[in-house]
């Protein structure tokens, strides 16, 4: 056989099977899964992106396919926190919270992992709003439900924020704690430069 023709023939089968792999992935992230899963990676995006309203509409179509699907509460609970609606915040998280400790099962540590968030990031508003106390209290219930979940900076953070400057959820409790130990005149609950690092959370 000729050579070049050979050749042609081993670069085509190598394109193919390049092809065939890409689709296969792609078929299986989007058509795969649970109900309610491809809307709430569609909804991932769009979050990412700032886009949302868009988000949230990708959050509901999840929520309608599959009720209680936890990955799009806790979408629509960082749309509610990135666009400052802070009391719906709080409700959606926690009924998320509620829902995840009544059907959480002891084997199952993204559950797990989607509770330590969920804490956290429910700390993280009333850490906003001033409520210290139970901002600490959610901060030490994260921690002491999957803190390998809410601990930072990993190599995401790095490749995300772009920093290893990162505040942890154990890094902000401590301050909290060291904060409320002070008499009220001396504390200092709020460092903007610091407050800025803070991350929100989603397994």
Do not use: C, W
């Not at 909804?43 to 799009?72: C, M, Q, T, V, W």
């Not at 990135?82 to 919270?97: K, P, V």
């Amino acid at each position: 056989m000729n050579a070049s023709v050979l050749r042609r023939f081993v670069i085509l089968m190598g394109f193919g099977l390049l092809v065939l792999v890409l689709f296969r992935t792609g078929y299986e992230y989007f058509a795969t899964g649970e109900a309610g899963d491809y809307y709430v990676r569609e909804g991932d995006i769009r979050l990412s992106d700032g886009r949302y309203d868009e988000a949230l509409a990708s959050f509901n179509k999840a929520l309608e396919e599959r009720p209680d699907h936890r990955g799009a509460l806790m979408g629509r609970a960082l749309v509610f926190i990135q666009t400052e609606r802070y009391e719906e915040a709080i409700r959606e998280l926690d009924y998320l919270i509620a829902y995840l400790e009544k059907t959480l099962e002891p084997d199952d540590t993204t559950g797990r992992g989607a509770l330590a968030a969920a804490y956290a990031n429910r700390g993280n508003v009333h850490d906003r709003l001033g409520a210290y106390k139970k901002a600490l209290d959610d901060y030490i219930a994260a921690l002491g439900t999957d803190e390998e979940t809410v601990a930072g900076p990993g190599i995401v953070d790095k490749i995300l924020y772009g920093s290893d400057d990162v505040s942890s959820v154990r890094q902000r409790a401590q301050y909290i704690y060291e904060q409320l130990q002070l008499p009220e005149d001396e504390r200092r609950m709020r460092i903007p430069e610091l407050d800025a690092k803070q991350r929100m959370y989603k397994p």
